[in-house]
């Protein structure tokens, strides 16, 4: 599973399930040699790509709440679907740095402050498609929506929202004046994109009006949806007939869920053009060798890694959480996982959960949680579970040390991620009850905390700081460890108004070492961005933290 970015984002790529996340980043143009490329999309000016042609995508997870702020809506799937639909307030480059996306916003200003107040002068041809004009009062629903001020809002984040004291009207309805309780860095994540206001100005508005299905009085992209077929969970986009800007060069865009073992083999036979994600050889080989493909690749935002459930059994004990850690050879998974891809596991590790190797603030603080059974097997003495002589599992007062894993059926990596564990596990007298889940029990079994342990991706966005909150504050949903820390809560509070770059990498970092040892998620490795595409596709790949423009997506002459 992929959970996805703050910046209105939400899971998937084709071969497992993706959460939108808002932790880990991308590399910082270090100059290592060993770093991927930092993008890999065929740039190509807009005169050279041909008017028409259609653009066929696989996705893990068909959408059923559209509306990509709400806690069910944060997939990846969802939000890449969005990208074509959906404002787009800034263009990124393959370093993070951003412009204004003059289709939406012509321009800003930043007064530091405090408090810093932050002026965006909007597009007056911008407009929902409803024939609304995008004013600043869309602003401010999305910030009353997001603020976490009513709970009745089941927000997905309310990370940067909440730093707000006011949004206003500048000196037009096309301007808006945001005001910060003091001050806030990394303010332009939470406005890189911005709802309507006749969408989530309620609770249920914000619960409904998108569930199910998408409105297109609610979209403002260079593309509408178009047909909608639940049955065949296909969703198929087509040219906005009201769009103001560039007009879009292919004819439509369609997404379709298919099973990570299919997706590969319907690229192969030509029946999709994109496949993203690209996680083990076979899938690798098999998109490589339809004669048209081209394997695009660079550094990846998703990592992979385990989520503990605090609340569950005996994992209620962070000294057993802990021991588990140190018994988990994450760089065999890592190896297992990766096998046949043209990379090293050993450069892929993890050991920051905010941070990607070869970024500014990389920190490994994983140091107490190295793979070590024998000190993992004393912990677990010292906390009076015993292994007896001849016995396969630990017990104490009669009870044996028993965890769940919570194993997502056709994805492989939850698949073998929970074979590894499980062997580990048995190897300090652990024992590992598998609980077969199907893909569609996921995210519902994390959010309601009916687990014990489980796998999954988190995708990070290109402020890595900005969103310590999603997946470790206390007020998240996303929270999926149970875990409200005080340390934690006091230091993102430091964060999110620090203005000094150092100071706030140090707080992070100090973040990370207490979550390693809460032990709430443990991180086994950052992915390469592999995207399957026809040769002739331009304007489309890998991104890295770079983003696309869809009106400009099409095909060149070959």
């Known amino acids: 599973m992929k959970r996805s970015l703050r910046s209105f984002a ?33 740039a190509q000016a807009r005169d050279k790509v041909q008017d028409g042609g259609e653009l066929r995508f696989a996705i893990s997870q068909f959408p059923e709440q559209w509306n990509h702020m709400h806690a ?23 370093d993070a740095s951003f412009e204004p996306n003059k289709n939406y916003v012509l321009e800003y200003e930043v007064v530091d402050g405090p408090p810093q107040v932050v002026t965006l002068t909007l597009n ?6 409803n024939g609304e004009p995008i004013t600043w009062e869309d602003y401010e629903a999305t910030w009353k929506a997001g603020n976490g001020s009513n709970p009745d809002y089941q927000v997905a984040s309310t990370d940067g929202f909440r730093e707000i004291a006011k949004v206003e009207k500048g000196k037009d309805e096309f301007q808006v004046v945001i005001t910060y309780k003091s001050t806030y860095a990394d303010w332009s994540a939470t406005w890189s994109g911005v709802e309507s206001k006749a969408a989530i100005s309620t609770p249920e508005d914000f619960d409904n009006a998108r569930k199910e299905n998408p409105n297109n009085d609610f979209t403002a992209g260079p593309f ?10 296909v969703v198929t ?93 994450r760089e065999a998974i890592a190896a297992s996982d990766l ?3 043209p990379v090293e596991p050993s450069e892929l590790m993890l050991g920051n959960h905010f941070f990607m190797p070869g970024q500014e603030g990389y920190v490994d603080n994983a140091e107490d949680f190295k793979f070590d059974p024998e000190a993992a097997g004393k ?44 062997s580990d596990m048995a190897n300090i007298g652990v024992k590992v009850k598998m609980v077969n889940k199907s893909p569609d029990d996921f995210p519902d079994f994390v959010k309601q905390g009916t687990f014990g342990i489980t796998s999954f991706t988190w995708e990070g966005t290109q402020y890595p700081m900005a969103n310590v909150g999603q997946i470790y504050g206390c007020d998240s949903k996303s929270n999926y460890s149970g875990i409200c820390d005080d340390e934690i809560s006091e230091l993102i509070k430091k964060i999110d108004v620090e203005m000094d770059y150092q100071k706030r ?19 086994l490795y950052r992915r390469i961005e592999y995207v399957a595409v026809p040769k002739n596709l331009a304007n489309y790949g890998a991104k890295g933290l770079s983003s696309f423009k869809v009106e400009d997506i099409g095909f060149v002459s070959e």
């Open 224 to 233: 509408k949806f178009g047909e909608v077929d639940h049955s065949q969970r």
């Open 237 to 329: 986009l087509v040219p906005s007939d009201t769009w103001w800007g560039d007009a879009p060069k292919l004819d439509n865009v369609s997404f379709r869920e298919l099973d990570p073992s299919t997706s590969t083999r319907s690229f192969a036979n030509k029946e999709i053009d994109v496949v993203s994600g690209l996680i083990n050889a076979d899938q690798y080989q098999t998109a490589a060798g339809r004669a048209d493909a081209e394997i695009r690749e660079a550094g990846g935002k998703q990592w992979r890694h385990f989520t503990f459930n605090s609340n569950s059994g005996v994992l209620q004990d962070k000294g057993v959480r802990q021991a588990i850690v140190k018994g988990l050879n």
């Open 124 to 129: 007056p041809e911008a407009h929902w498609g």
């Open 72 to 94: 069910s809506g944060s997939q990846v799937d969802n939000r890449d679907i969005n990208e074509w639909v959906m404002p787009s307030n800034w263009i990124y480059a393959e």
């Open 10 to 42: 939400a899971v998937a790529a084709a071969a497992t399930l993706v959460l939108a996340g808002c932790a880990g980043g991308g590399e910082s143009g270090s100059g290592n040699a060993n770093m991927p490329a930092l993008s890999d999309i065929n």
């Open 339 to 341: 096998a046949g891809l």
């Open 379 to 422: 912990q677990l003495d010292e906390l009076g579970w015993k292994l007896e002589d001849g016995a396969e599992f630990r017990t104490k007062d009669g009870q044996t040390l028993e965890v769940e894993y919570q194993l997502l059926q056709g994805i492989p990596t939850s698949e073998n991620e929970g074979k590894l564990l499980q």
């Open 505 to 523: 990498v140090d707080y992070t970092n100090e973040i990370d070492k207490i979550v390693w040892d809460r032990v709430m998620t443990v991180p």
